[in-house]
């Protein structure tokens, strides 16, 4: 189809050794069922109008395959190259076709304009240059292109698990490949560009230092108008931002 090539602002991603990235492949895999489960809702609802051509970041083992039209075109980029088999084993499972390539999300492997739908969900805690990679998906959605995502965050400032979330980053950095457990992503995205931004924050049923969470959809400018979520997606959650720009 013609969709990828080598963004010029692609970053050099960031090393873990083999035997790191093996064992977290494992983890990912084996010890996030009950999340996954305590999500399959959300997710649902989140993904229920993907089509055409979809550029899922970090894929890592597959979780969100479940949720896809099988019409889909889709396009994984996934740096750990132990995901791959999981990731694959799960594809197979739904009758799925997918284009796997390695690469980061500062530098996505896709052409100007050419996506329908970026996906996200626990990735944006992790990249080296959060700015960036937001502007890498803005640059790869067609213009009305949406942008999913399901993310945890920072605690609210001022908040006890919110300093703890600041002390624990050095060793949470390290333990969860570069993850950061007090990102204000939602921030981000209201400044990245993007002509509508909706969320919602919700605690999560998992360790606290992750459980403060966010999931909504970023529209890429266009002559699109109306609410970019339809009503019922997110009617269980509380605290929705629209950003309207």
Known sequence: MGTLTRSKAEAKPQ????????????????????????????????????????????PGTGPNL??????????????????????????????????IHRGTAEGLEAEDNSMDAVVSTLVLCSVDNLERTLQEILRVLKPGGRFYFLEHVAAPKGTGLRRVQHWIRPVWKILGDGCHP???????LEKAGFERVEYQHFRAPVPAIVSPQIIGVAVKRSSYSGSCLSKPQFDSLSETRKIRK
Do not use: C
């Not at 995901?83 to 076709?97: I, P, T």
């Not at 007090?182 to 981000?188: S, V």
């Open 66 to 99: 479940r949720y896809y039209p099988s019409d889909i075109h889709w396009i994984g980029i996934e740096p750990n190259p132990f995901m791959d088999s999981y990731l694959k084993q799960e594809a197979d499972r739904l009758g799925l076709n997918i284009d």
């Open 15 to 58: 090393q873990s050794p083999d035997w790191y990235k093996r064992i977290f492949a494992w983890m990912m895999a084996h010890g996030t069922a009950k999340y996954e489960a305590e999500m399959r809702d959300r997710k649902q609802a989140l993904f229920a109008d993907l089509h055409g051509n979809v550029l899922e970041i970090g």
């Open 182 to 188: 007090d990102r204000e992503t939602w921030i981000a």
